[in-house]
């Protein structure tokens, strides 16, 4: 298959690296499948059916008006299965951050045991939880998080790299205090392996938080395996421009080479037609419906949207790789949820003894499931409690 795939990309809630921006939640990435020429006839045959005075289709201006929202729909039905979008919950993106930059340092030889066994979403859902209903100290501790990572300088955050002791405090099984034990126990390994972000990343680290090149990379992936060579447009984005030379789509693909060493073997990869190009889209309309698609993404997942058709035509063609809070990760009813948080609390005692975190981790699993297995090991609710057998 030859023909060449045209694809039109945009974005919508875009805040950078301000990933805790309570006004704008969510982030939405989204590509179209058609060409200008269609996307013209498309945009024509919808302002004849809702006419609006707009000269370049703007999704944050149509979503305001019940025309408007007429029209989109138009062109989300025009568009079924020819569109893909990401819809990202930014406060929960920063905890996936979070687990990356801090857990996966100590590890950096070897992480993908804790992958597999899906401590990344267990530790990620944890902080989300914890932000989300305002624990004493979680925004803070992310806020200074996220100004760690535009700074890499450890003293924008010592809620998290102080070695005063008396910010410590003892493990009582607590998976969030254990996610801080972890970090004050670990904090060499981490600030050393962050330490050249700023020198290995393209553009200096600069968008080391923002959310376009990933989802850029999912879309992709998941247009490529329709085996044609695409023929890439995307709206002017410098974090997209930054990356761009590293989206090869081959073995030389760093985000390919990653997913492949946590195991995933297939799905992945593409072919360009020709080089990517970025584009003003006031003269492109192919851009003007990705803009489109993007804004609805991100109007279909607000509280009290009052258009459930749109969120449904949106909703179908989300792709897996959106990131969004699962909160079965953490059910405390779960054998994985239980073991991860008998494992964070084995991690946390761990690093305030100051031992290897290598040494006998898949042997704590296998303690920790056959503990699940044969009973003696429960959690009862967000903090983590043991219950040993008594025997008589």
Known sequence: ???????????????????????????????????????????????????????????????????????????????????????????????????????????????????????????????????????????????????????????????????????????CGDPFESIFAFIRGYRTAILEDNSDLDSVLPDNGRWILDLSTTSLWAHLNHWGRTGRPLALFCDESKPLRSHIETLTGDDKDPGIRRSQAKGRTTGMGWTYARPPRFVDSKHHPSVQLADIVAGASVFAMQPGTADPAIRSLVIVHALDESIVPRPDCVDPTSREASVNAAILYRLAWKAQQGLNPYVGLKEDYAFAEAGWDTGALRVGGPRTKRKTRRHK
């Not at 499948?33 to 370049?56: C, F, H, K, N, T």
């Not at 893909?84 to 993908?112: G, M, N, R």
């Open 1 to 171: 298959m030859d023909e060449v795939l045209p694809l039109a990309c945009d974005e919508a809630g875009n805040t950078g690296p301000f990933l805790l921006d309570k006004d704008q939640r969510f982030f939405a990435f989204s590509s179209v499948s058609v060409d200008d020429a269609e996307a013209d006839a498309i945009i024509r045959e919808g302002l004849r059916l809702y006419p609006v005075q707009m000269p370049e289709l703007k999704a944050s201006r149509l979503l305001r008006t019940p025309r408007g929202q007429s029209l989109v729909r138009h062109v989300l039905s025009a568009l079924q299965g020819r569109f893909a979008t990401s819809i990202h919950d930014k406060q929960y993106a920063l905890c996936c951050w979070f687990f990356e930059y801090v857990f996966e340092p100590v590890f950096k030889e070897a992480p993908w045991l804790l992958y597999e066994k899906n401590l990344h979403r267990f530790v990620a859902t944890i902080t989300y939880m914890w932000l989300r209903i305002n624990e004493a100290g979680a925004q803070e501790r992310l806020d200074q998080f996220q100004l760690y990572m535009r700074t890499l300088d450890e003293r924008q955050a010592p809620l998290l790299f102080s070695i005063d002791p008396a910010a410590r405090t003892p493990l």
